[in-house]
């Protein structure tokens, strides 16, 4: 079993940046085995969207709205990954959840919200 956990998350001016994290915990194997880590975010009542993907060799992805913007990095010592975004706009303004893809099965965090105020 797997657990991620957000934080990190917060109240920001437009314009300003944040570094959320998400830590695992649980089964190492499982966890140095995560193929694919990576951030989405959800507004309510709409579809858990990509923000950023990395994988074990650093490759990463980003959603064309984030790309320039936000930077996502992989700690594999410390089983952690980051997620530094700068020049937030209110349209960020989400709650942000961590994905860990580990042998074909997808764990997710409880989520942190990011506010972006104009």
């Known amino acids: 079993q797997v657990q991620l956990v957000e934080s990190g998350g917060g109240l920001v001016q437009a314009g300003g940046s944040l570094r959320p994290s998400c830590a695992a915990s649980?089964?190492?194997?499982?966890?140095?085995?995560?193929?694919?880590m990576g951030w989405y975010r959800q507004a309510p009542g709409s579809q858990r969207d990509l923000v950023a993907t990395?994988?074990?060799?650093?490759?990463?992805i980003y959603a064309d709205s984030v790309k320039g913007r936000f930077t996502i990095s992989r700690d594999n010592a410390n089983n952690t990954v980051y997620l530094q975004m700068n020049s937030l706009k209110p349209e960020d303004t989400n709650v942000y959840y961590c994905?860990?893809?580990?042998?074909?099965?997808?764990?997710w965090g409880k989520g942190t919200l990011v506010t972006v105020s104009s």
């Open positions: 990395i994988t074990t060799g650093g490759t990463t």
């Open positions: 649980g089964s190492i194997f499982i966890i140095k085995n995560a193929a694919l």
């Open positions: 994905n860990a893809n580990s042998f074909a099965r997808d764990y």
